[in-house]
């Protein structure tokens, strides 16, 4: 009994200082259990803030999509009526220019029929200078014919 007695005696403070040590790792796992609790109630109340934030920048990134796809329709519409304003003062100009060619044109054909008129009137007029030239010059030669023939008539009484 004696060796039973000295094993008691060396496994008892042994187990009595196991059982130390195992008290005091049970406190300091309760301490971190606590510690890991605590850090994970921040983490939950961490990602609960993160969530809400995420949230609510979505809702702003959505209320600003919305408001600058509003903004855009909006110059868009302006845009296009701007355009449809330009094109509007552009086919009124176009018809505007047209008409003043057609008017210019007309007077252009009525300037030509005046000019046209205008070289019948000299070609008559040049024809009855030439005739009357060629007139003046046939009573000269008729006048040159007559004083010859009186010429000869005298000499042949």
Same mark, same amino acid.
């Given at each position: 009994?004696?060796?039973?007695?000295? &094993?008691?005696?060396?496994?008892i403070p042994e187990l009595?200082? &196991?059982? %130390?040590?195992?008290?005091?790792?049970?406190? =300091?796992?309760?301490?971190? *259990?606590? /510690? !890991?609790? +605590?850090?994970? =109630? =921040?983490? +939950?109340? !961490?990602?609960?803030?993160? @969530? %809400?934030? /995420?949230?609510?920048?979505?809702? =702003? &990134? *959505?209320?600003?999509?919305? @408001?600058?796809?509003?903004? &855009?329709?909006?110059?868009?519409? @302006?845009?296009?009526?701007?355009?449809?304003?330009?094109y509007q003062r552009m086919d009124k100009q176009q018809a505007d220019f047209l008409a003043r060619i057609d008017e210019t044109n007309k007077r252009i054909d009525e300037s030509n029929k005046r000019i046209d008129e205008t070289h019948r009137r000299l070609d008559r007029l040049y024809e009855v200078i030439v005739r009357r030239d060629e007139h003046v010059g046939l009573e000269n030669w008729v006048r040159e014919l007559d004083r010859r023939l009186g010429n000869l008539e005298r000499r042949a009484a």
């Open positions: 009994m004696e060796l039973l007695q000295q &094993i008691k005696d060396f496994l009595d200082a &196991i059982r %130390q040590e195992q008290s005091a790792v049970r406190e =300091r796992l309760n301490a971190i *259990d606590l /510690h !890991l609790v +605590d850090q994970s =109630r =921040r983490i +939950d109340a !961490l990602n609960q803030r993160i @969530d %809400q934030v /995420h949230d609510d920048l979505l809702g =702003r &990134i *959505d209320k600003v999509n919305t @408001d600058l796809i509003a903004r &855009i329709d909006k110059v868009n519409a @302006d845009l296009t009526a701007r355009v449809d304003e330009s």
